[in-house]
């Protein structure tokens, strides 16, 4: 009986103790603001036919983009 006391006292000594082993989850940097959609990046990967900054023809590559991707459309 006295060795099953012991076991078992070990035993949730050890879980108290693996609870307070748990890091603090913040982050270390401040938050950063997010840019405009259309701003984006002036790079090569950016689509043909868009200017960054330019919210027009930001708003026209979306939508060509979309409705090449609407199966309805492919169908007819």
Known sequence: MKRLLLASSALVMAMVLAACGEK???TSSPKKADAKAWQG???AFVAPGWQAGD?????????????AQNEY????
């Open 41 to 43: 990046a002036d790079d």
């Open 55 to 67: 919210r027009t023809s930001w708003e026209n590559q979306l939508r060509t983009r979309n409705q």
């Open 24 to 26: 603090v989850q913040t």
């Open 73 to 76: 459309n492919k169908v007819n």
